[in-house]
């Protein structure tokens, strides 16, 4: 078939934010492997090393450090904006302190909004990109303890397809992803405990993501939402 040579990503340029563990990490390794050249952003980018990925050093609350950032991606000609970066924090809506809401929407929504304001511009002038959020399989649902992040999500869902209106007439692909229960750092956790070995692995949202990238150009995935097999089956 036509156009069909070398690797799926070859010549993509893809900003990748919360690039330094878990999903983040997990999304650079597989982008890169698959040709992409990959600008990761962290606030702890010490670790970062993968072959095709630069990683610099990004807090996304923080409008002088991701607007850094951006200028970095634009001047490498991004076309493509992951936006992982997050935290989630779990308590009862009685227990919910002002910082913990800061923290959290700050980096899950606020977050969102800057690394996408930064460079949309940039995308529009280019003719089209791809923005990929990954949010959560409860950006639509909540649950008990679940009240600041859910919100979170829900508002990230919300900026999600309200930038899919805005960029659809000049070519903008938007996509959300949605993982369940994912074996990372998440809340303060750490990898590999014996209780998250059905979970998913980041290795397999890293693939949703890749799906949704290397997608034909006339393809737009507006939404994957995956699980593990052991969670419950809901929307
Ligand atoms: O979490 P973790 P995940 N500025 O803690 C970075 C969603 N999700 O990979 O800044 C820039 O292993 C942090 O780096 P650092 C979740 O909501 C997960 O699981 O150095 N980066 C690290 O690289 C989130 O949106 C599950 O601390 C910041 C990364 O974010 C995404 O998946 C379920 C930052 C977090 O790595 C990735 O989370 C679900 C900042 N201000 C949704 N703050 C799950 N794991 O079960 C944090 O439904 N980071």
Redesign the pocket.
């Known amino acids: 078939m036509k156009g069909q040579t070398g690797p799926a990503l070859q010549g993509r340029v893809i900003a990748v934010?919360?690039?330094?563990?878990?999903?983040?990490?997990?999304i650079a390794q597989l982008l890169t492997a698959h040709g992409a050249q990959v600008i990761g952003?962290?606030?702890?980018?010490g670790g970062g090393k993968v072959p095709g990925a630069e990683f610099c050093s990004?807090?996304?609350?923080?409008e002088a450090?991701v607007d850094a950032f951006a200028a970095r991606c634009r001047a490498a000609g991004a076309d493509a904006l992951v936006?992982?970066?997050?935290?989630?924090t779990f308590k009862p809506v009685e227990e919910i302190t002002p910082e913990d809401y800061r923290r959290v929407m700050?980096?899950?929504v606020l977050?969102t909004l800057l690394t996408t304001r930064a460079l949309i511009g940039h995308f529009r002038n280019r003719g089209g990109g791809q923005v990929v959020n990954?949010?959560?399989?409860?950006?639509a649902r909540t649950f008990a303890t679940g009240a600041l992040?859910t919100a979170?999500?829900y508002a990230?869902r919300a900026v999600t397809q309200a930038l899919a209106h805005e960029g659809h007439a000049y070519g903008l692909r938007v996509t959300e992803v949605?993982?369940?229960?994912?074996?990372?750092?998440?809340?303060?956790?750490r990898?590999g405990e014996d209780y998250k070995a059905a979970?998913?692995r980041?290795g397999d949202?890293a693939g949703a993501v890749l799906y949704a990238l290397s997608a034909p150009a006339h393809v737009r995935i507006d939404e994957i939402l995956l699980h593990p097999v052991v969670q419950d089956v809901a929307y």
């Open positions: 934010t919360g690039a330094s563990k878990g999903i983040g990490l997990s952003g962290a606030r702890d980018v990004l807090d996304v609350t923080d450090s936006n992982n970066a997050g935290v989630g700050d980096t899950n977050g990954v949010t959560s399989d409860v950006s992040y979170s999500k990230q949605r993982p369940g229960m994912v074996d990372t750092f998440f809340g303060d956790t990898q979970w998913l980041p949202v």
